[in-house]
């Protein structure tokens, strides 16, 4: 029903700044929540942010200050904005929507991740 890609991924050095986007994409749905997570490796997937539809925001202790989670609903497309990268910032980025249908309950879909590399 829903399809998602991120995009903006890549290789950067430290202090750097990268925005990765996500494009949702179907028919007959409306976006309630966007968010992002990442995963880096050897660990498990954690969350980074979240924006609600009233366009509400919020974000993990560990990005607050860097990173800026904001969408165009006119769009479908969450956005990330990272500023001042870590290494630890290093990680395969997730866009997950949560979105619904006039007649179905509201539904979690995940993209295929794209990758952030932060040269130390």
């Known amino acids: 029903q829903v399809q998602l890609v991120e995009s903006g991924g890549g290789l950067v050095q430290v202090g750097g700044s990268l925005r990765l986007s996500c494009a949702a994409s179907g028919s007959g749905f409306s976006i309630n929540a966007m968010g992002w997570y990442r995963q880096a490796p050897g660990k498990q997937r954690e969350w980074v942010a979240t924006?609600?539809?009233?366009?509400?925001?919020d974000y993990a202790d560990s990005v607050k200050g860097r990173f800026t989670i904001s969408r165009d609903n006119a769009k479908n497309t969450a956005y990330l904005q990272m500023n001042s990268l870590k290494p630890e910032d290093t990680a395969v980025y997730y866009c997950?929507?949560?979105?619904?249908?006039?007649?179905?309950?509201?539904?979690?879909?995940w993209g295929q991740g794209t990758q952030v590399t932060v040269s130390s």
């Open positions: 924006i609600a539809s009233g366009g509400s925001t």
């Open positions: 997950n929507v949560l979105s619904h249908t006039e007649y179905q309950p509201p539904e979690s879909y």
